[in-house]
């Protein structure tokens, strides 16, 4: 044990800070399909996603999400401004829509000089550009993004045909890759919740082909409604159309199904027309780096009582030429008043004597 305690000087420690990345893939197949109940007919409900009384989002699990094993995935839903033309005392849900849009502008896009909830914008920059005012928000839990979504890393595959038959549902589908391409340089920080980039259904990122965006930190992803436009409403005949307005068989824009349905059949288009998800998630992870130095003329000595015997130093035996020795095996890092807050263990003891030097390298990660 030592009998002295040395002080850490501003060169003796260093931070840094290591960001840390996990693919997350979330396949169609999990989403919508996977976990039906056979128990229901029509509509066909699925064990893995659950309904609000409230009805004002979905969420989606891994597993049915009575099981202690689900995992929450992520959460869906829409929403379009009080601007929007879909706005109407006819609509169905009409002011949980608007709610719910206000709610995630409120959030990720703030308000302006006004005082008012500012809109979506399509490139970002708050301008008189176009507007998102119909969006799906998909919500992805923290258990996946952990402490944000790396990057140009997110790319959401989704069927875009006019039809879906029931049969090989993809197949006949027109699908459309949505990515944040080249986000790495060109992402914007006009946000109350962090970063953002704009989502892009071509491979190059052009002015004005945005069709979404995606908050990293936030873990939050706003889709215009307008990629699935034309689209046909859920039938016995096209169960995986976007929208479900009771039997009724629909060919008109996806914006009618959205003013004409329920949020829950809004989400469950959504799902059924989606083929995969793909991100990296990002754990920052901070350390605090100790180097703690014992120069030749420290720590040769120790207060454990088995290191004398009759008062001399067991280990310098009868000669008394020979140099004091000591092991070290652990670390103690102490407080200003001398109070222990951390131990580091040595794999094996390390011979001190006068004639060396040790340095040793503590880390703690937070």
């Known amino acids: 044990m030592a009998t002295t305690y040395k002080t850490l000087t501003n060169s003796d420690k260093v ?18 399909g996977t976990y039906m109940d056979s128990t229901t007919a029509n509509p066909v409900t699925e064990k893995n996603i659950k309904n609000y009384t409230h009805g004002m989002f979905q969420s989606v699990y891994d597993y049915p999400y009575l099981s202690s094993s689900a995992n929450h995935i992520f959460d869906v839903t829409v929403g379009y401004s009080s601007n929007s033309s879909l706005s109407g005392a006819a609509s169905v849900q009409n002011a949980k829509k608007i709610n719910i849009y206000n709610q995630m502008a409120q ?5 302006d000089h006004t005082g008012s909830v500012r809109e979506f914008d399509r490139d970002g920059d708050f301008s008189t550009g176009t ?3 119909e969006c799906i928000f998909v919500n992805f839990a923290r258990l996946l993004y952990k402490d944000e979504i790396k990057k ?10 006019s039809t879906m038959p029931k049969a090989s549902k993809f197949a006949a589908a027109k699908m459309l890759t949505i990515s944040d391409h080249k986000a790495t340089n060109n992402y914007k920080v006009n946000s ?8 892009y259904t071509a491979s190059a990122a052009e002015a004005g082909t945005g069709v979404g965006l ?3 930190q936030a873990g939050i992803a706003v889709l215009t409604s307008s990629i699935f436009d034309g689209f046909r409403e859920q039938t016995p005949e096209h169960p995986y159309s976007f929208g479900r307005v009771g039997a009724k068989y629909d060919t008109s824009s996806v914006n009618t199904v959205m003013s004409s349905s329920y949020i829950t059949s809004s ?3 959504f799902r059924n027309r989606l ?4 991100f990296d998630n990002t754990t920052e992870l901070n350390s605090s780096i100790y180097f703690c130095r014992a120069h030749h003329n420290d720590f040769n000595y120790s207060s454990n009582p088995t290191y004398l015997t009759g008062s001399k130093i067991r280990v310098k035996g009868n000669n008394k030429a020979n140099e004091p020795v000591s092991y070290v095996t652990s670390v103690g890092l102490y407080s200003a008043n001398n109070e222990l807050l951390a131990v580091a263990k040595l794999s094996e003891p390390l011979k001190k004597t006068p004639s060396n030097e040790l340095t040793l390298r503590c880390r703690l990660d937070y």
């Open 15 to 32: 931070s840094t800070r290591t960001l840390l990345h996990e693919a997350v893939p979330i396949t169609g197949t999990i989403v919508s």
């Open 192 to 199: 109350p919740a962090g970063e953002y980039g704009i989502l």
């Open 275 to 278: 083929y995969n998800i793909e």
């Open 107 to 111: 959030v990720l896009v703030g308000f």
């Open 152 to 161: 140009e890393s997110l790319s959401l595959v989704v069927a875009t045909g």
């Open 214 to 216: 995606v908050y990293y």
């Open 131 to 133: 507007k998102l005012r």
């Open 267 to 269: 989400a469950d288009g």
